[in-house]
Every structure is written in structure tokens, then in C-alpha cells.
């Protein structure tokens, strides 16, 4: 697959981390599953979390969104620590939206009804909720699929209408997990667009994880390898995968970026 991502931004002003996690800590009884983890996201960048299944990625997401508190660190978001915050708060106050691996819709709602039940948490206004509502069926060309339960949708059309849902609230972080898996390669690619427009478009600073590299390093500005809890190798994608010790630890030697 080509390299979707036309630039990439390298360096970023100091001060301008939408999110930073430093030293955090969790464990699930005695099993250690993050030991003293250190990620920062900057405004407006694409970072993507690579490592292999069960190594604690969809886990650093529910810290951050705070489904789970962690057993020391902290998560700041513009420089405020936010681990005090409950779950809504998170989300309303600190723009933080989620995309989960699977599910996040409402099955045996149609499309048009799944936009209308999560703007109606949102927008208070109905002339302002009918308005996002078409505006997003609109730009994630959902128009044909509006009366269809969503349960009907294909495995892309669903990620887009889960995508979109977390857009109602404009969010200013967006994690998403693993959007990528199960999906054939024209719709990888169409996602890989998506998510490209939203940094481009919205400045919506996005973390995407993925066991599989090359999918989500051709989206990125750069990418974290997350190995025994921690970051042990980040960098822009080509930097990464020359790393000796993202090699050791996750690409191999014959792992190329296209
Ligand atoms: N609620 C939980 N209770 C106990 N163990 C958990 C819980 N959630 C996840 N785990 C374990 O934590 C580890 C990391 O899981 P996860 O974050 O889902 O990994 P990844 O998303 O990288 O595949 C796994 O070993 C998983 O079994
Ligand atoms: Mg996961």
C-alpha cells in the first residue's frame, strides 16, 4: 500500500502537548500491565501505539478516558491533570473522543437514529443537532445508508458511523483503537483519509494504536512502541522502523514501510 500521509510535522513547540502522560502505573491484581509509561500527544498530531496483543494499549485509552484510574502518574490534558475527572467530564470538558475497537453504536437503531440519540446527550439546540446530524451523514457519505439499522451496515460503514458519532461532540483529542482491524484494504485506505482530513481540517489531535505497523505508520506523524509497559521506541516512521531497538523488540529484520 502507498504511503498515504503527504507530510508529516516533526517538531513541535514546547508548551504545546494536547496530551501528556507521565509515569504511569497500573496494575490488574499482581500482574503489571503499564510501569511508569511516559506518551505525549502534541496539538494537531497523528501518533500512532504500536505493540503486540495484550501489551496494554486499549488500556492506556480507558486511563486516558478514565473508565480506569491508574495506580499512580498522571494524564494532563493542556496542562491540566485530569485524573480526577469522571468519564463525562473528560469527554464535554476536555474534548476527549472516543472510537472503541468494536461496538460503539446502537445496533438495532438505523444511522440517522444512532446520530439522533448521541447529539441528544450533546447538542441542546434542535435546529444546531439537525444541522451536525447532516452535516456528518453528509461528509461520511452515510446519506444512502440514513434508515438502515446500523447492525446492517458493512464492517467500513460501521467504523465511519462510529467515527462520526464522536465527532458530534468536537472532540479536540480523538483515540481511536484499532480502526483499522478486520477491514479489507480500499476501506483501510478510505479510513486512512478520514482520519488525515480530521488533523487537516478539524486540528484534531488523534492517537491510534494497531498490532499490525504498516497500515497505521503510513497515517502518522510518528509512532510509540510499547513494550513490558513502556514506551521503549518512538519517532516518525521511517526513524522507527530503524531504530535497533524497536527492531529487536517488535519490527524484525525484515519489516519495510511499503
Ligand atoms: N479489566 C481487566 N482486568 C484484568 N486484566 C485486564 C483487564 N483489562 C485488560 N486486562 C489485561 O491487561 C493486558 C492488556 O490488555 P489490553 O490493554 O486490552 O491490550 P491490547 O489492547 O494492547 O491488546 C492483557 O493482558 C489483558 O488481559
Ligand atoms: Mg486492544
Redesign the pocket.
Known amino acids: 500500500m502507498s504511503n498515504i500521509k503527504k507530510f508529516r510535522v516533526i517538531s513541535y513547540k514546547k508548551g504545546h502537548e494536547a496530551l501528556e502522560i507521565q509515569n504511569l502505573s497500573l496494575k490488574?491484581?499482581n500482574?503489571t500491565?503499564l510501569d511508569n509509561l511516559n506518551l505525549k500527544l502534541n496539538s494537531g498530531q497523528i501518533l500512532g501505539l504500536l505493540?503486540?496483543?495484550?501489551?496494554?494499549?486499549?488500556?492506556?485509552f480507558?486511563l486516558i478516558i478514565g473508565l480506569?484510574k491508574p495506580n499512580s502518574g498522571s494524564i494532563k490534558i493542556n496542562s491540566q491533570i485530569v485524573n480526577q475527572f469522571p468519564i463525562y467530564e473528560r469527554a464535554l470538558r476536555f474534548r476527549i473522543g472516543f472510537v472503541p475497537?468494536s461496538g460503539g453504536f446502537f445496533h438495532d437503531l438505523t444511522v440517522y437514529e444512532n446520530f439522533k440519540a448521541v447529539s441528544e446527550i450533546n447538542i441542546k439546540d434542535k435546529n444546531l443537532r439537525e444541522e451536525k446530524i447532516s452535516s456528518l451523514i453528509s461528509k461520511f457519505e452515510l446519506s444512502n445508508f440514513k434508515n438502515i439499522k446500523a447492525n446492517l451496515l458493512s464492517g467500513g460503514q460501521k467504523k465511519k458511523l462510529v467515527i462520526a458519532l464522536a465527532l458530534i461532540s468536537d472532540p479536540k483529542i480523538l483515540l481511536l483503537?484499532?480502526p483499522f482491524a478486520a477491514l479489507d484494504v480500499m476501506t483501510i485506505k478510505m479510513l486512512q483519509s478520514i482520519i488525515i482530513d480530521l488533523q487537516s481540517t478539524k486540528g484534531i489531535s488523534i492517537i491510534l494504536?494497531d498490532?499490525q505497523a504498516r497500515d497505521l505508520l503510513n497515517c502518522v506523524d510518528s509512532a510509540a512502541i510499547?513494550s513490558n509497559g513502556k514506551v521503549i521506541a518512538s519517532g516518525t516512521p521511517s526513524n522507527l522502523t530503524q531504530n535497533i531497538v524497536a527492531k529487536n523488540a517488535y519490527f524484525g529484520d525484515s519489516f519495510k514501510l511499503i
Open positions: 490488574f491484581g500482574m500491565i505493540g503486540p496483543n495484550g501489551v496494554g494499549k486499549t488500556t492506556i480507558n480506569i475497537q483503537d484499532e494504536c498490532h510499547i
